[in-house]
C-alpha cells in the first residue's frame, strides 16, 4: 500500500532539528519525514552554508525550512537547497518571535496572503521539488475561518504542494514564542475541516500530538501528522513509526540496538573534533518513563558536556538502564 509521504514528520525546531539530532532520529525510523531548525533565506544566501544547512546523505526524506519574505531571497535561498540535495522546501508562516517579526515573517504573514503566494511562486519557479507551508489557523484577533481558508488558497494557486497546519492560533501580542506553543487552544477540527474543503491536498496537522494512537486518530481525518516536542522528548516513539504507520520492520529492535547502532556515527563526529554532547544532547529522552533513565539522563548530562568525553560515556549511560531493568526483572 502506498502511504502518502507526509503520514509522519518529525517538526521543525530551532536549536534542536539540527542534524545530529535528524541523524538520531533517522536512526530510529526509516520513513519519518524529518524538517530542519527554520534557516532563513538570507543566511542561506550569505551565511556559512556547511553550518546552516549541510546534512547527511542518510538523513533523506529531509525538508530544509526557510523563513523569510523576500520572493527573490527565497527562490534563490530554495535553489541553492535543492542543489544541495533536499527533498522538500518548506516556508516558515508560523514562527512568532519577535526577532522573526521583526523580519516581516513568520506567523505575521497570516495577514499577507498574497505576498506568501508571490513567494511560493517565486520558490516554485525555481526548483522541481515540491514547495510548502507550515502555517498557524490565524494569529491574534483574525477569524480562523476566514484567515486559514485565505491563507491555503492564496499558496495553493501559487503551486504550494503541501499543508502543514499548527493547529492554533499565535498571539502576536504578549506571549512568548513559548507561550505560544501551549496557551492558544487547540483546534483540531478547523484543520479537519480544511482537509474536506480540499481533498486532493496532502494537510498535515501539527500541535500537541503526543502518541502514535494520537496520530493513527489523526489520520482519519487527515493525510499527515508532524510531531514536534514529543518526538524529541520521548524519541522512543519514533521506533515505532515503522510498524504502526508504515507496515514495515523496526529499524532496530529497541533502543540498546539503536544507540549502538549510532556509535559510528558519532565517532566519526568526535573523530573530526566534534563534542560527544552535540549528539547525545538530542537523546536525553531517550529511555524515559523506563527505570535507569533517570540516571542516564543525569550522566549524560554531567558527564557528556566534558570536552574529553567520549563513547564511554555513552555506553556508562546506557548501562544505567540495563542494570536496572536487569535489577527489576530479578524482583519480579
Ligand atoms: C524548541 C522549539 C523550536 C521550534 N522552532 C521552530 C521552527 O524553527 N520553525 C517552525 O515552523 N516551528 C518551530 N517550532 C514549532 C514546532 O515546529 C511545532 O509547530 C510546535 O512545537 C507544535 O508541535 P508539538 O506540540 O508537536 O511540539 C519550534 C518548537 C520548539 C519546541
Given at each position: 500500500m502506498a502511504f502518502h509521504e507526509h503520514r509522519f514528520s518529525v517538526a521543525p525546531m530551532m536549536d534542536w532539528s539540527d542534524r545530529h539530532c535528524r541523524a538520531f532520529h533517522r536512526l530510529l525510523s526509516r520513513r519519518a519525514r524529518l524538517y530542519t531548525e527554520m534557516v532563513t533565506a538570507n543566511?542561506?544566501?550569505?551565511?556559512?552554508?556547511?553550518?546552516?544547512?549541510?546534512?547527511?546523505?542518510?538523513?533523506?526524506?529531509?525538508?530544509?525550512?526557510?523563513?523569510?519574505?523576500?520572493?527573490?531571497?527565497?527562490?534563490?535561498?530554495?535553489?541553492?537547497?535543492?542543489?544541495?540535495?533536499?527533498?522538500?522546501?518548506?516556508?516558515?508562516?508560523?514562527c512568532p518571535s519577535d526577532r522573526v517579526q521583526g523580519g516581516n515573517f513568520g506567523a505575521c504573514l497570516m495577514r499577507d496572503p498574497e505576498l506568501v503566494a508571490a513567494c511560493v511562486a517565486a520558490m516554485k519557479a525555481r526548483v522541481d521539488i515540491p514547495v510548502t507551508v507550515k502555517c498557524r489557523i490565524g494569529v491574534d484577533d483574525q477569524d480562523p475561518e476566514v484567515a486559514l481558508d485565505r491563507l491555503a488558497d492564496a499558496?495553493?494557486?501559487?503551486?504550494?504542494?503541501?499543508?502543514?497546519?499548527?493547529?492554533?492560533?499565535a498571539w502576536l501580542?504578549?506571549?512568548?514564542?513559548?507561550?505560544?506553543?501551549?496557551?492558544?487552544?487547540?483546534?483540531?477540527?478547523?484543520?479537519?475541516?480544511?482537509?474536506?474543503?480540499?481533498?486532493?491536498?496532502?494537510?498535515?496537522?501539527?500541535?500537541?500530538?503526543?502518541?502514535?494512537?494520537?496520530?493513527?486518530?489523526?489520520?482519519?481525518?487527515?493525510?499527515?501528522?508532524?510531531?514536534?516536542?514529543?518526538?524529541?522528548?520521548?524519541?522512543?516513539?519514533?521506533?515505532?513509526v515503522d510498524a504502526r504507520l508504515f507496515g514495515e520492520a523496526p529499524p532496530h529492535a529497541d533502543a540498546?540496538?539503536?544507540?549502538?547502532?549510532?556509535?559510528?556515527?558519532?565517532?566519526?563526529?568526535?573523530?573530526?573534533?566534534?563534542?560527544?554532547?552535540?549528539?547525545?544532547?538530542?537523546?536525553?529522552?531517550?529511555?524515559?518513563?523506563?527505570?535507569?533513565?533517570?540516571a542516564y539522563r543525569r550522566r549524560l548530562a554531567m558527564e557528556g558536556v566534558r570536552p574529553e568525553a567520549g563513547l564511554a560515556v555513552l555506553r556508562a549511560a546506557v548501562d544505567e538502564v540495563r542494570r536496572a531493568e536487569e535489577r527489576r526483572s530479578l524482583v519480579a
Amino acid at each position: 500500500m502506498a502511504f502518502h509521504e507526509h503520514r509522519f514528520s518529525v517538526a521543525p525546531m530551532m536549536d534542536w532539528s539540527d542534524r545530529h539530532c535528524r541523524a538520531f532520529h533517522r536512526l530510529l525510523s526509516r520513513r519519518a519525514r524529518l524538517y530542519t531548525e527554520m534557516v532563513t533565506a538570507n543566511a542561506v544566501i550569505f551565511g556559512d552554508r556547511d553550518r546552516l544547512i549541510g546534512f547527511g546523505e542518510d538523513e533523506h526524506p529531509v525538508a530544509v525550512q526557510l523563513g523569510g519574505s523576500d520572493p527573490d531571497a527565497l527562490a534563490q535561498a530554495a535553489a541553492i537547497c535543492a542543489d544541495r540535495g533536499y527533498d522538500e522546501i518548506n516556508l516558515n508562516v508560523g514562527c512568532p518571535s519577535d526577532r522573526v517579526q521583526g523580519g516581516n515573517f513568520g506567523a505575521c504573514l497570516m495577514r499577507d496572503p498574497e505576498l506568501v503566494a508571490a513567494c511560493v511562486a517565486a520558490m516554485k519557479a525555481r526548483v522541481d521539488i515540491p514547495v510548502t507551508v507550515k502555517c498557524r489557523i490565524g494569529v491574534d484577533d483574525q477569524d480562523p475561518e476566514v484567515a486559514l481558508d485565505r491563507l491555503a488558497d492564496a499558496v495553493l494557486a501559487a503551486g504550494a504542494d503541501a499543508l502543514v497546519v499548527h493547529a492554533r492560533k499565535a498571539w502576536l501580542e504578549g506571549l512568548s514564542p513559548k507561550e505560544n506553543r501551549d496557551i492558544p487552544p487547540l483546534d483540531y477540527d478547523r484543520v479537519h475541516r480544511l482537509k474536506r474543503r480540499l481533498p486532493g491536498v496532502p494537510v498535515s496537522i501539527n500541535g500537541g500530538i503526543g502518541s502514535l494512537d494520537e496520530v493513527e486518530a489523526q489520520l482519519r481525518h487527515v493525510d499527515g501528522a508532524m510531531l514536534g516536542r514529543a518526538a524529541y522528548q520521548q524519541p522512543e516513539l519514533l521506533l515505532e513509526v515503522d510498524a504502526r504507520l508504515f507496515g514495515e520492520a523496526p529499524p532496530h529492535a529497541d533502543a540498546f540496538a539503536a544507540v549502538e547502532a549510532f556509535e559510528p556515527y558519532i565517532g566519526a563526529h568526535l573523530a573530526a573534533g566534534g563534542r560527544l554532547h552535540d549528539v547525545t544532547r538530542h537523546m536525553l529522552g531517550l529511555f524515559t518513563g523506563r527505570p535507569g533513565a533517570r540516571a542516564y539522563r543525569r550522566r549524560l548530562a554531567m558527564e557528556g558536556v566534558r570536552p574529553e568525553a567520549g563513547l564511554a560515556v555513552l555506553r556508562a549511560a546506557v548501562d544505567e538502564v540495563r542494570r536496572a531493568e536487569e535489577r527489576r526483572s530479578l524482583v519480579a
